[in-house]
């Protein structure tokens, strides 16, 4: 998704250029664990919104996930572009052949 793309630019621009108030600088300056957590928490109410049926408050709280994923990959040194390889290469395959499926 090219708006992926779009954030994680930001994310890089932040981490380059320190930007007063920045969400992205405060989680890259306390580093992986808080980022880790974050993720953790989003996954969580994401789940918690699922369950509920909004679509709404569900779509928010996967955006919220997407960008803390992002800034963990940042930190792990993952772009999108390996992700996008990624499910390339198990598209082309015509799936993911990892684990046996039900
Ligand atoms: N997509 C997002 C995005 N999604 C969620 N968030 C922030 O994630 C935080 C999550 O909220 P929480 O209440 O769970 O966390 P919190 O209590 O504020 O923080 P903690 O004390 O828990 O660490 C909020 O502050 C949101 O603003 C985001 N912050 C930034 N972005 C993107 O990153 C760009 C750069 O943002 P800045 O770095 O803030 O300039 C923005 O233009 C957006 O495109």
Do not use: C, W
């Not at 108030?21 to 918690?48: F, P, Q």
């Amino acid at each position: 998704m090219e708006i992926l793309e779009k954030v994680y630019k930001i994310i890089q621009r932040r981490a380059a250029l320190r930007e007063e108030g920045s969400y992205t600088n405060y989680l890259l300056d306390k580093g992986l664990d808080k980022i880790l957590k974050k993720v953790g928490e989003e996954a969580s109410e994401t789940i918690i919104a699922a369950k509920n049926g909004e679509k709404t408050e569900f779509a928010g709280e996967i955006a919220d996930l997407q960008y803390h994923l992002l800034v963990m990959m940042y930190n792990l040194g993952l772009t999108p572009a390996d992700i996008e390889q990624e499910l390339n290469n198990r598209f082309a395959k015509g799936g993911f052949h990892g684990r046996a499926r039900k």
